[in-house]
């Protein structure tokens, strides 16, 4: 493992469905993050983690949960997929306190 | 409401010079990002700047202005690999980040 590594890169979900999108992380940064990218729009924070063990919503959390249950690992869970979840998805890392993210390459998610 | 604006998209001749613009009304400021993200790639960080004034950084700048709410990623001598989305962020009272949507480079020969 080299950096952030995402997985799935790419997958379309039917409505209804369960999904999680995993990452993980070689970098040893104490915070995580998950972002939602849309069209138009900004990056936008769906959970956080500020250390291993404690987790924190962000902008846009309904319908997501995270678990932080070590340093390297950062779940992200749609229990149950809609369509207005379909975007691409980016984990990012970085020491907490500083600005300066390192993302992963992105999962695409398409519910239908 | 927190907000950032940017230019939706801007054109500009390999070789030149182009100035990408960033205004911001958010809760508190800790500091404003520039990161570039080509096109079906994750963001990368290009600079940051906490205090007024310009950071350089090789052929790219970035210029802070608190006062105004201001700042702007000035790109030289420009390459076709800068085509690029150019995403400006701000770092809140709260240490979470806002993100603009992105000013979408297209750098013509």
């Known amino acids: 493992i080299a950096g952030i590594t995402q997985a799935p890169t790419s997958q379309i979900l039917a409505a209804g469905r369960r999904m999680t999108l995993r990452c993980t992380q070689d970098m040893r940064h104490n915070a995580m993050y998950w972002y939602r990218q849309d069209l138009g729009l900004g990056l936008r924070l769906i959970h956080y983690s500020n250390t291993a063990g404690t987790t924190g919503k962000g902008e846009v959390p309904d319908g997501y949960s995270v678990s932080r249950a070590n340093t390297d690992d950062f779940p992200l869970t749609l229990a149950s997929a809609v369509p207005s979840q379909t975007s691409v998805y980016f984990c990012?890392?970085?020491?907490?306190?500083?600005?300066?993210?390192?993302f992963g390459e992105g999962s695409r998610l398409t519910v239908l | 409401g927190q907000n950032i604006d940017q230019p939706t998209e801007m054109t500009a001749t390999e070789g030149a010079i182009v100035q990408i613009n960033c205004t911001y009304q958010t809760s508190g400021f800790n500091g404003l990002f520039w990161y570039q993200q080509h096109a079906g790639e994750a963001p990368t960080f290009l600079s940051y700047n906490v205090l007024d004034g310009l950071e350089e950084k090789g052929r790219f700048s970035s210029f802070l202005s608190r006062s105004k709410g201001y700042s702007y990623l000035l790109l030289k001598e420009l390459q076709m690999k800068d085509s690029a989305s150019y995403l400006c962020a701000v770092r809140d009272s709260n240490y979470q980040l806002i993100w603009g949507a992105g000013t979408k480079l297209i750098i013509k020969p």
């Open positions: 990012a890392t970085s020491f907490t306190g500083t600005g300066e993210l390192f």
